[in-house]
C-alpha cells in the first residue's frame, strides 16, 4: 500500500513539472501565461525544480527593465492608526480608543519632515489612516476631515517641496467622498492639486470578491476599488498595485489578482506604477507559536514573484517583494526570481508599523544600496 502511495505522488510531481515546461515552453515563445500554467508553476515542489522558472523569469526582468534594482529614498508619514472601519485581522489599524491609538501632531510632521531633508528623500509615504471620520491634527486643526487632509499635504508642500507625495488607498477617497458629501472625482482632483502624486494601492488585499467577503468585508468590491484606480489614472494619478499574501488566501485567489492586474492594465495602460508583493502573518487573533507564524514559505513568496513577472508581462514592469523585519534575505532572494524593485529607504519602517511592531529607524540610501549590492545586483537610484 505505501509503495503505491509513493507511485502516485510519483506521478503527480512527474506531472506537476511537465506542465510546468510546458508553461515555461509557452512563455519563451512569447505566449501569455495561463492561469494553469500559472498553477502550474506554483505548484512546483522545490527549489531545484524551479531552477528553470527563477532563470526564465530573471531573463525576462533584464529584458524589460535592465539587470539593476531601482530603489528610493523615503520617509513615512503616519497620521494616525486609528481605523475605525476595517476588520481588526492585524495589529494594525488600532480602534478609536484603544491604548495604543495615536492621532500625530503638527510637531511630529515637522520632525519627520526635516528627517526627509536630512536624508535628502525624494519620497513621503503619506498614510491617513484608513478610515477616521473624526481626524484632527494638533496645530492643523481643520473642521473636515477632508480639509486636514489638504493641510497635512500643503504643509508639506510648504516645509519640503523636494519629496513627492504617496498616500491614500481608493477606500480612503471613497470614505472622504461619503463623509465630505463630495464625489470621488472631486476628492482625487482635490488631493492632486494640493500636492499627491501617486495614490497608494491599500485595500487590495487580494483582488477576489469571496476572499475579501471573508476577511474585509467593509471594505470596497473588486469592482469599486478597480472603478476609483481608473478615476484616479485618467487625473494623472498612478496607483501602486499590492498583492498582500497570507494564510488567509488559496493560490488560485491570488493568481486571480494578478489577472485582475493584467487585464485592468491592459484597457488602463500605466495606471499601476509598481506591484508590491506584501507577506502577512497569521492574523492576532489566532495562536502564533513564533514571530514567523503564518508567513508563507520563502520558495512560495520567491515562485509568486516569478510567477507574477511572467503573468504580467510588460503591463506592470517593476515587481517587488516587500520586507519582511526578520527575514530580510528573502526579499534579496526575490532579486533573482523576477524582482526588480527594492522599494524605499523607509519600507523597513512601514513593515513595523503594518505588523504593530515598535517603529525603528529605517535604512540609510548607503544600506539600502548596500543590501542590493549584497545580492549581487547593482542599485539604480530611482527619482
Known amino acids: 500500500m505505501m509503495s503505491q502511495t509513493l507511485t502516485e505522488q510519483t506521478a503527480i510531481s512527474r506531472s506537476i513539472r511537465e506542465r510546468a515546461s510546458v508553461a515555461l515552453d509557452a512563455v519563451e515563445e512569447g505566449q501569455s501565461l495561463t492561469a494553469s500554467q500559472a498553477l502550474a508553476l506554483l505548484a512546483l515542489p522545490s527549489t531545484s525544480d524551479c531552477a528553470r522558472l527563477r532563470w526564465v523569469a530573471d531573463a525576462r526582468k533584464t529584458h524589460q527593465v535592465g539587470g539593476g534594482i531601482a530603489y528610493e529614498t523615503g520617509q513615512s508619514l503616519f497620521l494616525t492608526n486609528i481605523c475605525e472601519m476595517a476588520p481588526a485581522l492585524y495589529p494594525y489599524p488600532a480602534r478609536m480608543g484603544s491604548s495604543h491609538a495615536y492621532v500625530v501632531s503638527i510637531d511630529t510632521i515637522d520632525d519627520v519632515l526635516q528627517a526627509a531633508k536630512s536624508g535628502q528623500s525624494r519620497w513621503l509615504n503619506l498614510s491617513g489612516g484608513g478610515f477616521h471620520s473624526q481626524l484632527v491634527i ?3 486643526e481643520a473642521p473636515t476631515v477632508l480639509k486636514t487632509c489638504l493641510r497635512v499635504l500643503n504643509h508639506i508642500q510648504e516645509q519640503a517641496p523636494f519629496c513627492r507625495v504617496r498616500g491614500f488607498s481608493p477606500d480612503e477617497i471613497a470614505f472622504l467622498a461619503v463623509v465630505s458629501n463630495r464625489s470621488e472625482a472631486y476628492i482625487l482632483d482635490c ?3 494640493h500636492g499627491l502624486s501617486v495614490l497608494e494601492g491599500f485595500g487590495a ?6 476572499h475579501r467577503a471573508r476577511v474585509a468585508p467593509k471594505k470596497l ?3 469599486r476599488w478597480l472603478e476609483i484606480v481608473a478615476l484616479a489614472h485618467r487625473r494623472g494619478l498612478p496607483t501602486m498595485a ?4 497570507g494564510p488567509l488566501e488559496n493560490w488560485e485567489q ?7 492586474l493584467r487585464a485592468f492594465q491592459d484597457i488602463h495602460p500605466g495606471a499601476f506604477q509598481r506591484l508590491l508583493i506584501q507577506l502577512w502573518p497569521k492574523p492576532s487573533h489566532q495562536p502564533m507559536p513564533g514571530p514567523q507564524a503564518g508567513l508563507i514559505a520563502e520558495l512560495d513568496a520567491l515562485k509568486l514573484v516569478s510567477v507574477a513577472r511572467l503573468l504580467l508581462g510588460s503591463q506592470i514592469p517593476h515587481i517587488q517583494l516587500g520586507w519582511v523585519p526578520e527575514r530580510l534575505a528573502m526579499s534579496q532572494h526575490a532579486f533573482e526570481w523576477g524582482a526588480s524593485h527594492a522599494g524605499s529607504t523607509d519600507d523597513l519602517v512601514y513593515a513595523h508599523f503594518l505588523r504593530g511592531l515598535p517603529q525603528g529607524a529605517g535604512w540609510t540610501e548607503a544600506e539600502l544600496r548596500g543590501l542590493i549590492q549584497e545580492a549581487g545586483r547593482s542599485p539604480l537610484s530611482e527619482t
Open 221 to 223: 468590491t473588486v469592482k
Open 191 to 193: 488631493l492632486k492639486d
Open 205 to 210: 488585499e487580494i483582488l477576489e470578491d469571496a
Open 242 to 245: 499590492r498583492l498582500e499574501a
Open 138 to 140: 494638533p496645530g492643523l
Open 254 to 260: 491570488r493568481v486571480a489578482h494578478l489577472l485582475q
